[in-house]
């Protein structure tokens, strides 16, 4: 099977979407479907040794320096060459330009044609948008992904709350959950004394560590507020932020404000083939405050490194932390975060097994048996009929 996909986002930019299209496309080789991927052209990336990949001309997003719009005229050149690849469906990663070029791509070549809902915009928007009321946002979202996903064959979601979520909007399309897995070669190693020594943590400081986008909706400032609490009784304790994004300097600015200059630390991006690895073998407990993950890839990541998770089990990290392997799941409050963060600092026993645990229970979310199903999910497309317009159904493939 050869599968034509197209994101508005792909590395250098960093991102659960990225993350899961570089997951994928190996997994789904091994699988006998062979992928390309149309994504945007980034300023100063270089050249980018990743086969199968076709970069677009691009334009800067105003107010949004990470990202970059995709020009539709080269990709509607590309049109004739995508006809002699004879690609047998198209999968839509992004709502934006690659939503709308990945259908008229595929009804130019008359395949199916099936998207990932990656993000849960109802809660994302109006964190860039504040002067437009929230009520607005929230139903103009819900509008838009109706309409998407209702004009394709298929939409995955990486979640059975983002699959609930569709269904309440209206999605008449049939809905697959399928996760992101995590590729077991990939997550191995780490070296915790090297990444300790490289950035000045003493062997006694008890890490806490966060990695994303860091990005308003991941609600850091929730967990800056929550170490100030943890610091009471353990005055070693450190916060470690990873990443970058529009969020970041209201975030320093509120670390300062709190005094929490030896308690917070900005790390920016990390390598995250390497020294990211390094920085979850470093931590003693990851924290993740989110309220709007589809799935919340990271808390699998840091569980493969035998790093425990204490999170809030919102929208798609319940999937992850319900089994109550390897994590404890929080209040959502500051206090009672703090106080599941302290009681486990407290405890080195309790920790350790935690850590076993976690990577133990991060090896059954296996990227090729996601990659499998993927693909069970692409073969149902190409050869059935299209379901009924007013089908309904969710499914686990």
């Given at each position: 099977m050869n599968v034509l996909m197209i994101s508005d986002v792909y590395f250098p930019r960093i991102n659960g979407v990225s993350t899961s299209l570089e997951t994928?496309?190996?997994?789904?080789?091994?699988?006998?479907?062979?992928?390309?991927?149309?994504?945007?052209?980034?300023?100063?990336?270089?050249?980018?040794?990743?086969?199968?990949?076709?970069?677009?001309?691009?334009?800067?997003?105003?107010?949004?320096?990470?990202?970059?719009?995709?020009?539709?005229?080269?990709?509607?050149?590309?049109?004739?060459?995508?006809?002699?690849?004879?690609?047998?469906?198209?999968?839509?990663?992004?709502?934006?330009?690659?939503?709308?070029?990945?259908?008229?791509?595929?009804?130019?070549?008359?395949?199916?044609?099936v998207a990932t809902y990656h993000t849960f915009f109802e809660e994302y928007l109006f964190h860039y948008v504040p002067v437009v009321p929230r009520a607005w946002l929230?139903?103009?979202?819900?509008?838009?992904?109706?309409?998407?996903?209702?004009?394709?064959?298929?939409?995955?979601?990486?979640?059975?709350?983002?699959?609930?979520?569709?269904e309440r909007y209206g999605v008449t399309r049939p809905l697959h959950?399928?996760?992101?897995?995590?590729?077991?070669?990939?997550?191995?190693?780490?070296?915790?004394c090297y990444f300790r020594q490289r950035y000045g943590i003493g062997k006694e400081r008890k890490v806490l560590l966060f990695v994303g986008r860091v990005a308003h909706e991941k609600n850091i400032g929730f967990l800056i507020d929550m170490v100030e609490r943890v610091r009471r009784n353990d005055p070693s304790a450190l916060l470690l932020i990873t990443g970058e994004g529009p969020a970041l300097p209201t975030l320093r600015a509120h670390a300062e404000r709190r005094g929490l200059g030896e308690h917070v630390r900005f790390l920016g991006y990390l390598d995250r083939h390497s020294e990211l690895h390094d920085c979850y073998r470093a931590a003693d407990v990851f924290v993740f405050a989110s309220r709007t993950e589809t799935q919340g890839l990271v808390l699998l990541e840091a569980m493969a490194l035998g790093t425990p998770v204490v999170a809030l089990a919102e929208m798609g990290t319940r999937d992850i932390l319900e089994p109550q392997r390897g994590c404890r799941i929080a209040p959502d409050d500051i206090a009672g975060f703090a106080r599941v963060v302290g009681d486990l600092l407290a405890d080195p026993a309790a920790l350790r097994n935690l850590g076993e645990q976690a990577r133990d229970y991060a090896r059954s979310w296996g990227a090729d048996e996601m990659a499998r199903r993927l693909a069970r999910v692409y073969r149902r497309c190409v050869d059935s009929a299209l379901e009924p317009a007013n089908a309904r159904r969710v499914a686990t493939p």
């Open positions: 994928f496309r190996p997994a789904l080789d091994a699988q006998g479907v062979r992928s390309t991927l149309i994504a945007p052209d980034y300023p100063g990336a270089g050249a980018d040794p990743a086969a199968n990949l076709l970069r677009i001309a691009s334009r800067r997003v105003p107010f949004d320096p990470e990202d970059r719009m995709m020009r539709r005229v080269p990709i509607r050149a590309a049109l004739p060459r995508l006809r002699d690849e004879h690609f047998d469906l198209v999968h839509v990663h992004t709502p934006f330009v690659a939503h709308y070029a990945g259908l008229e791509i595929a009804r130019a070549l008359g395949v199916p044609c929230r139903a103009l979202a819900r509008h838009y992904s109706r309409g998407q996903c209702n004009a394709l064959d298929a939409v995955i979601v990486p979640s059975r709350a983002m699959a609930a979520a569709l959950v399928l996760p992101t897995g995590i590729p077991p070669d990939k997550f191995h190693g780490g070296e915790s």
